[in-house]
């Protein structure tokens, strides 16, 4: 299914996580960011963290992702949980992954990693 993105262009997929890029990032989040033994039951992360590139990508609010994802709301805490600690810099730079040659770390420029 197509949504309408950046403007009105017709057409523009939902991003989609390869199985390959998920695995590089599920061990991340489970040691980072793994669920609490009491409470609710969280959501897909690998569905919350799509969502939230769409999000960038097109700009739109919270509040209009498409009905696709999880939750808005869902969305939006995670969102804020993975930035307070530093786990959404650290899913960027390894799906962004580049050659060691640039960086002793790795990571890509100007990035930091709070608390990882």
Not at 3 to 11: I, M, S
Not at 37 to 55: M, Q, S, T
Not at 73 to 82: F, I, K, L, P
Not at 94 to 108: F, K, M, Q, V
């Amino acid at each position: 299914m197509t949504h309408d993105v950046d403007g009105g262009r017709q057409g523009t997929p939902l991003p989609r996580l390869s199985d390959e890029a998920w695995e590089r990032v599920r061990a991340v989040l489970e040691t980072y960011d793994s669920p609490r033994r009491l409470g609710r039951k969280r959501v897909d992360p690998r569905g919350v963290l799509e969502a939230i590139f769409y999000r960038l990508h097109s700009g739109c609010t919270w509040n209009s992702l498409p009905k696709e994802y999880p939750d808005d709301s869902t969305v939006h805490r995670t969102y804020q949980r993975w930035q307070c600690l530093g786990v959404l810099d650290h899913l960027l730079d390894i799906l962004e992954e580049r050659p060691a040659s640039g960086s002793e770390t790795g990571a890509g420029p100007g990035r930091r990693h709070r608390g990882i």
